[in-house]
């Protein structure tokens, strides 16, 4: 049970002039992008920033958010977390990279944990 990676997340508007603007702030590429047409997202990360873009509506359930934490087992973190008093408020699901799960910690902290999935 390892916490690989922590991504600070960003909520815009306009995924497209976010990403120009952190592309040549951090001089590095989005290493990844994709869309949750379902919920009205868009998301790419470049180095340790998730950038979320939607409308302020599409935005609005995800904005107490704080952190990303992605994982190398989410099931191993849920029973963990379990154990520990948090509370899970929305998964394991689905998601177009893996799997994840939104937690609220005993401090009241909101973080999403992910696992990704590896490719075939």
Request: hydrophobic share 40%; proline share 6%; charged share 20%.
């Amino acid at each position: 049970m390892k916490i690989l990676q922590t991504l600070s997340r960003l909520y815009v508007n306009d995924l497209n002039s976010a990403l120009e603007f952190y592309q040549e702030l951090l001089g590095s590429p989005a290493a990844l992008r994709f869309k949750i047409p379902q919920m009205g997202l868009e998301l790419a990360q470049i180095e340790t920033i998730l950038i979320i873009a939607g409308s302020n509506e599409a935005l609005k359930p995800f904005r107490s958010t704080q952190t990303t934490f992605l994982v190398d087992s989410l099931d191993e973190f849920k029973a963990y977390l379990e154990k520990k008093g948090t509370e899970i408020l929305r998964g394991p699901n689905k998601v177009p990279t893996g799997r994840n799960m939104t937690v609220k910690h005993p401090d009241g902290s909101i973080v999403e944990y992910v696992e990704h999935s590896n490719p075939a």
